[in-house]
């Protein structure tokens, strides 16, 4: 048989970076092909390059070919004629990949109407049924609807059935479930698994995680800075990883563990973070019903949940930015509730937040050592000299290099930057750190390191921790005690291997069993 | 919908109430008052005194603004000092030709700067597109007063193609049906709206080029005039709807110099005489009228933005 997709010898370089080398694999029809690797690898060029859909400053050599035909010497036409029709793309954002002023049913059947030119009765039938086919409940009603209206799962749903809507004999779906929840993605996952054995169409997916690829993958290709550094079946490559990489990239993913760690050093004084009955209303919305939890001196609570399950909103509540409209905070035994001005901020300074992301996270225009003593200056700590042998004291605690203080933020890494962040919440020697997501923007080796970091600074300085997370493997890997959030309320916490374990609650139950294990076997018996 | 359009308009009168109170204080603390201003430099004290009795100006002044506000909301904006007029008839005669103005006037810039955004988006980097900012920059930092004598004496005087006088005729009717006489000044108010239109479309049109919704319908193989039509223009579109609404004051102002200029027989020149004569009812009046226009345009604004937009409607889940 013909391969579906063929690349030969592609390389495509942008300017003097070669983000593409000499990469050559094929896609048999029908089958999953995973191309996994952190950013930079190459993996999103090469999906881009399927579809010609390259900015015009690339340039390519070698060939990518579609069921024979190159695609990289293709006409405008010629590709238009390809794109949705031969090969179809889903993209990793459902929130931006649809139009926001079109309707569902419209947008479902434009391909159709593009590559058939079918009327628009017909348009309206064949989205219904499309709809259908990719399990959105009450699609009669969805087709009329607008994209803002849909959640983010059922938006990647209508983003597939797009791609299937002109039959196409593959779909290429770059980072298809990274966007959204866990439980979510594991229907996403099953979706595309199902599409594949109904339609017959092959899918090159394109993913950073390991459980994605264990999940869905028939063979797995590993690139690393633009190289194929390895190519295999997905059994044999989880269990002998040939490449040095491919190990490495395998040993990163957080796992589950049974193993018992030492608990806290039972620390003294009252608990650094108490909530008793907190309520936290935005406008007519409850994001936070009834929430009550505490952090033990030197302990690390993981706070896990999905997304609008009011997580954040707790960690924002826990320092004083969002005020609840029942229940009570306490910060080291202070009650938050009716603290105003100077009395507030002196308490706030003893917790610092660190944010997901730290590309909007550190003001571009200033260097990372200002940004590290800014805590300082506002709480008026020290003289300028102090303050400076402080910031470069923190850029060591956090294993940056010493001349990373006089650089700007965009002259670091991700993870570099993530470091940055802790070394500014660290500046004020805070009793509790707020880590909201400080990994998820992160590739996995970098998140590893960084998580690394997080535990060797809370066993040396022995703060206490609220990490709030929807990565269950990462707060498997750091927390003591773990709190799990459902629609506002915490359904179940308790010592880590216990909820991790035997957990008690159906919704914790349910999480636990979508999170993808780096495990094909065990993921296919699921 | 009835509701947001309620609250907006409770809004509405307050903006105004507010706008009123600040020029009626700020007009009648201007030296001099409209008693020497109308009876003139020979008029004798006594004559002032007996000018201002009988105006109520010797009252104080937040009993002379009672009953102003009294009088204007039952439609009665005074006599005109000057023009043996009232406010009202004047500004009732005055107003449509405005409207006609500017009217013509964004129509004719959106006619222009709609394509020649979309066109520079396309070609952004290239010499073309350069080119035409550079014209855009031009045409936006020309005072108005300049670019309407040039406008004069290459169209009306060099080329005579146009007329340097606007139409004079007392109804719309005689108005519209002198187009050789509209032109320059419905150019005039124009090209500083198409300067800024264009431009904003521009780079409308090119953040929209870069969302990943266009990305998507060109990966379902869409032909670029398909995604500008479809996917683009409509979501850029949305911008200038709201920028048209908030331009409305800009516009009046442009009005002035424009109608005072061409001698055109709208507002603009009604409120310019009006200044020039301390004639304290009409410009009272006036006001009035723009802030009126002012929070309905951005009030008409905002609800087209929530017709166009599904995300401002109520979302119904």
Same mark, same amino acid.
């Given at each position: 048989?013909?391969?579906?997709?063929?690349?030969?010898?592609?390389?495509?370089?942008?300017?003097?970076?070669?983000?593409?080398?000499?990469?050559?694999?094929?896609?048999?029809?029908?089958?999953?092909?995973?191309?996994? $690797?952190?950013?930079?690898? $190459?993996?999103?060029?090469?999906?881009?390059?399927?579809?010609?859909?390259?900015?015009?400053?690339?340039?390519?050599?070698?060939?990518?070919?579609?069921?024979?035909?190159?695609?990289?010497?293709?006409?405008?036409?010629?590709?238009?004629?390809?794109?949705?029709?031969?090969?179809?793309?889903?993209?990793?954002?459902?929130?931006?990949?649809?139009?926001?002023?079109?309707?569902?049913?419209?947008?479902?059947?434009?391909?159709?109407?593009?590559?058939? $030119?079918?009327?628009?009765?017909?348009?309206?039938?064949?989205?219904?049924?499309?709809?259908?086919?990719?399990?959105?409940?009450?699609?009669? #009603?969805?087709?009329?609807?607008?994209?803002?209206?849909?959640?983010?799962?059922?938006?990647?749903?209508?983003?597939? =059935?797009?791609?299937?809507?002109?039959?196409?004999?593959?779909?290429?779906?770059?980072?298809?479930?990274?966007?959204?929840?866990?439980?979510?993605?594991?229907?996403?996952?099953?979706?595309?698994?199902?599409?594949?054995?109904?339609?017959?169409?092959?899918?090159?997916?394109?993913?950073?995680?390991?459980?994605?690829?264990?999940?869905?993958?028939? #063979?797995?290709?590993?690139?690393?800075?633009?190289?194929?550094?390895?190519?295999?079946?997905?059994?044999?490559?989880?269990?002998?990883? #040939?490449? =040095?990489?491919?190990?490495?990239?395998?040993?990163?993913?957080?796992?589950?563990?049974?193993?018992?760690?030492?608990?806290?050093?039972?620390?003294?004084?009252?608990?650094?973070?108490?909530?008793?009955?907190?309520?936290?209303?935005?406008?007519?919305?409850?994001?936070?019903?009834?929430?009550?939890?505490?952090?033990?001196?030197?302990?690390?609570?993981?706070?896990?949940?999905?997304?609008?399950?009011?997580?954040?909103?707790?960690?924002?509540?826990?320092?004083?930015?969002?005020?609840?409209?029942?229940?009570?905070?306490?910060?080291?035994?202070?009650?938050?509730?009716?603290?105003?001005?100077?009395?507030?901020?002196?308490?706030?300074?003893?917790?610092?937040?660190?944010?997901?992301?730290?590309?909007?996270?550190?003001?571009?225009?200033?260097?990372?050592?200002?940004?590290?003593?800014?805590?300082?200056?506002?709480?008026?700590?020290?003289?300028?000299?102090?303050?400076?042998?402080?910031?470069?004291?923190?850029?060591?605690?956090?294993?940056?290099?010493?001349?990373?203080?006089?650089?700007?933020?965009?002259?670091?890494?991700?993870?570099?930057?993530?470091? *940055?962040?802790?070394?500014? =919440?660290?500046?004020?020697?805070?009793?509790?750190?707020?880590?909201?997501?400080?990994?998820?923007?992160?590739?996995?080796?970098?998140?590893?390191?960084?998580?690394?970091?997080?535990?060797?600074?809370?066993?040396?300085?022995?703060?206490?921790?609220?990490?709030?997370?929807?990565?269950?493997?990462?707060?498997?890997?750091?927390?003591?005690?773990?709190?799990?959030?459902?629609?506002?309320?915490? *359904?179940?916490?308790?010592?880590?291997?216990?909820?991790?374990?035997?957990?008690?609650?159906?919704?914790?139950?349910?999480?636990?069993? =979508?999170?993808?294990?780096?495990?094909?076997?065990?993921? #296919?018996?699921? | 919908?009835? /509701?947001?359009?309620?609250?907006?308009?409770?809004?509405?009168?307050?903006?105004?109430?507010?706008?009123?109170?600040?020029?009626?204080?700020?007009?009648?603390?201007?030296?001099?008052?409209?008693? /020497?201003?109308?009876?003139?430099?020979?008029?004798?004290?006594?004559?002032?005194?007996?000018?201002?009795?009988?105006?109520?100006?010797?009252?104080?002044?937040?009993?002379?603004?009672?009953?102003?506000?009294?009088?204007?909301?039952?439609?009665?904006?005074?006599?005109?000092?000057?023009?043996?007029? /009232?406010?009202?008839?004047?500004?009732?005669?005055?107003?449509?030709?405005?409207?006609?103005?500017?009217?013509?006037?964004?129509?004719?810039?959106?006619?222009?700067?709609?394509?020649?955004?979309?066109?520079?988006?396309?070609?952004?980097?290239?010499?073309?597109?350069?080119?035409?900012?550079?014209?855009?920059?031009?045409?936006?930092?020309?005072?108005?007063?300049?670019?309407?004598?040039?406008?004069?004496?290459?169209?009306?005087?060099?080329?005579?193609?146009?007329?340097?006088?606007?139409?004079?005729?007392?109804?719309?009717?005689?108005?519209?049906?002198?187009?050789?006489?509209?032109?320059?000044?419905?150019?005039?108010?124009?090209?500083?709206?198409?300067?800024?239109?264009? /431009?904003?479309?521009?780079?409308?049109?090119?953040?929209?080029?870069?969302?990943?919704?266009?990305?998507?319908?060109?990966?379902?193989?869409?032909?670029?005039?398909?995604?500008?039509?479809?996917?683009?223009?409509?979501?850029?579109?949305?911008?200038?709807?709201?920028?048209?609404?908030?331009?409305?004051?800009?516009?009046?102002?442009?009005?002035?110099?424009?109608?005072?200029?061409?001698?055109?027989?709208?507002?603009?020149?009604?409120?310019?005489?009006?200044?020039?004569?301390?004639?304290?009812?009409?410009?009272?009046?006036?006001?009035?009228?723009?802030?009126?226009?002012?929070?309905?345009?951005?009030?008409?604004?905002?609800?087209?933005?929530?017709?166009?937009?599904?995300?401002?409607?109520?979302?119904?889940?």
């Amino acid at each position: 048989m013909t391969p579906v997709v063929e690349f030969r010898n592609l390389s495509v370089r942008f300017g003097d970076t070669e983000a593409v080398s000499d990469v050559s694999f094929a896609v048999e029809p029908g089958e999953i092909v995973a191309i996994v $690797g952190e950013s930079g690898s $190459g993996k999103s060029v090469s999906a881009l390059t399927t579809l010609g859909l390259l900015p015009s400053t690339a340039k390519v050599s070698g060939a990518v070919s579609h069921a024979g035909v190159p695609i990289t010497s293709m006409t405008p036409a010629q590709l238009r004629d390809l794109r949705g029709n031969g090969i179809a793309m889903v993209f990793q954002e459902p929130m931006t990949a649809l139009n926001p002023l079109l309707t569902i049913g419209t947008q479902v059947a434009e391909g159709l109407r593009l590559h058939r $030119g079918i009327s628009r009765a017909e348009a309206a039938r064949e989205a219904l049924r499309l709809l259908e086919l990719v399990g959105i409940p009450e699609p009669e #009603r969805r087709v009329h609807q607008y994209p803002h209206e849909l959640s983010g799962g059922q938006r990647q749903r209508v983003v597939i =059935a797009m791609a299937v809507s002109c039959d196409p004999e593959v779909i290429v779906a770059d980072e298809p479930t990274t966007a959204l929840d866990v439980t979510v993605q594991a229907e996403i996952l099953a979706l595309l698994r199902r599409l594949r054995d109904e339609l017959g169409t092959a899918i090159v997916l394109i993913t950073h995680s390991m459980g994605v690829v264990a999940e869905l993958a028939d #063979r797995v290709i590993v690139m690393y800075r633009g190289e194929v550094v390895e190519d295999g079946d997905v059994f044999e490559l989880f269990e002998h990883p #040939r490449h =040095a990489y491919t190990r490495s990239l395998l040993d990163a993913v957080p796992r589950f563990t049974k193993d018992v760690r030492p608990g806290p050093a039972a620390g003294e004084g009252p608990a650094a973070l108490q909530l008793d009955g907190v309520v936290v209303d935005f406008g007519r919305f409850r994001a936070v019903e009834g929430v009550t939890l505490e952090v033990a001196p030197g302990e690390i609570l993981g706070l896990v949940g999905e997304s609008g399950s009011g997580k954040t909103t707790i960690g924002r509540v826990a320092v004083g930015l969002v005020r609840p409209s029942a229940g009570s905070v306490r910060l080291f035994g202070t009650e938050l509730n009716g603290l105003r001005g100077a009395a507030l901020r002196t308490t706030r300074a003893r917790a610092a937040m660190v944010f997901q992301d730290p590309a909007s996270s550190l003001d571009p225009r200033m260097t990372v050592g200002d940004t590290i003593a800014e805590p300082m200056v506002l709480q008026k700590v020290g003289d300028r000299l102090l303050r400076q042998r402080r910031a470069a004291e923190l850029v060591d605690a956090v294993a940056l290099p010493s001349d990373a203080l006089s650089r700007y933020p965009h002259e670091l890494s991700g993870g570099q930057r993530q470091r *940055v962040s802790i070394a500014r =919440a660290l500046a004020l020697d805070p009793g509790l750190l707020i880590a909201d997501e400080p990994t998820s923007a992160l590739d996995v080796s970098v998140q590893a390191t960084v998580l690394e970091l997080l535990r060797s600074l809370q066993r040396e300085l022995g703060f206490s921790c609220l990490f709030i997370s929807h990565d269950l493997a990462v707060v498997d890997a750091l927390a003591d005690r773990v709190a799990v959030m459902h629609r506002g309320a915490v *359904v179940e916490s308790g010592e880590r291997t216990a909820v991790f374990t035997e957990p008690r609650d159906d919704y914790t139950r349910a999480l636990l069993a =979508a999170v993808p294990v780096p495990d094909p076997r065990a993921q #296919r018996k699921r | 919908m009835t /509701r947001y359009v309620g609250v907006r308009l409770l809004q509405a009168i307050v903006v105004i109430f507010i706008v009123v109170l600040i020029v009626f204080f700020l007009l009648h603390r201007i030296p001099g008052g409209p008693a /020497r201003g109308i009876l003139g430099q020979q008029a004798t004290q006594q004559q002032i005194d007996d000018f201002n009795h009988a105006q109520g100006f010797d009252l104080p002044l937040p009993v002379q603004f009672g009953r102003y506000l009294g009088q204007m909301v039952t439609g009665d904006f005074g006599d005109s000092y000057v023009e043996n007029q /009232r406010v009202g008839d004047l500004v009732a005669d005055r107003l449509p030709k405005t409207l006609v103005l500017t009217g013509l006037a964004t129509l004719l810039a959106l006619l222009v700067a709609v394509p020649l955004g979309v066109f520079q988006a396309v070609r952004r980097g290239r010499a073309s597109d350069h080119v035409l900012s550079m014209v855009n920059f031009v045409l936006y930092s020309t005072p108005v007063f300049f670019l309407g004598f040039v406008l004069i004496i290459v169209f009306a005087q060099r080329i005579p193609l146009f007329s340097a006088q606007a139409p004079q005729g007392g109804t719309l009717v005689e108005i519209l049906s002198d187009p050789r006489g509209l032109a320059l000044p419905v150019i005039t108010a124009a090209a500083g709206m198409i300067a800024v239109f264009s /431009r904003y479309l521009r780079s409308s049109v090119i953040d929209n080029l870069h969302e990943d919704f266009v990305r998507t319908a060109r990966a379902k193989g869409a032909s670029e005039p398909y995604l500008l039509r479809k996917h683009v223009l409509r979501n850029s579109l949305t911008a200038i709807v709201s920028m048209i609404g908030y331009y409305i004051p800009v516009a009046f102002g442009g009005a002035l110099v424009v109608e005072q200029m061409f001698n055109y027989p709208g507002m603009g020149l009604l409120f310019w005489n009006a200044a020039q004569r301390s004639d304290f009812p009409v410009l009272l009046g006036v006001v009035f009228v723009i802030a009126v226009a002012t929070v309905l345009g951005s009030l008409l604004a905002d609800i087209a933005q929530r017709l166009i937009d599904p995300r401002t409607r109520k979302v119904t889940p």
